[in-house]
């Protein structure tokens, strides 16, 4: 993040700066993952949990942002719903998860959110 925007401080900061810079909606992750858009504003997503930190889980995220996109979503949208959900599924999965995990927790949490099971 620091070499492609070649900002530093917290990771608010840098998450708010970035999209001034580049004109594009910006999502910096971590186990508090920060999303933010040209016009500053951003929103912090807490749910993470620590075996979402495997190689593979960040192209996951990707691939249900961008699923979320291609229905329609803005970007800032998108980022936030995508998070959200990856979040979920890495804490529905638990400990010994590897990223190809992931795909199989979305539909149960979707259902969840649908109200079609409880959670």
Do not use: Y
Not at 65 to 86: E, K, R, S, V
């Amino acid at each position: 993040f620091k070499r492609l925007f070649g900002v530093a401080g917290s990771g608010i900061a840098r998450a708010r700066r970035a999209p001034r810079d580049s004109g594009a909606t910006i999502l910096l992750k971590g186990s508090d993952t920060v999303i933010a858009k040209p016009d500053g504003s951003v929103a912090i997503n807490s749910n993470a949990t620590p075996w979402l930190a495997t190689g593979g889980s960040g192209d996951t995220l990707s691939g249900l942002i961008a699923g979320l996109l291609g229905q329609g979503m803005t970007a800032f949208d998108a980022a936030c719903a995508g998070t959200w959900i990856h979040a979920e599924c890495g804490r529905a999965f638990g400990p010994g998860l590897i990223a190809d995990d992931l795909a199989n927790e979305v539909p149960g949490i979707l259902k969840f959110l649908l109200g079609m099971r409880e959670g």
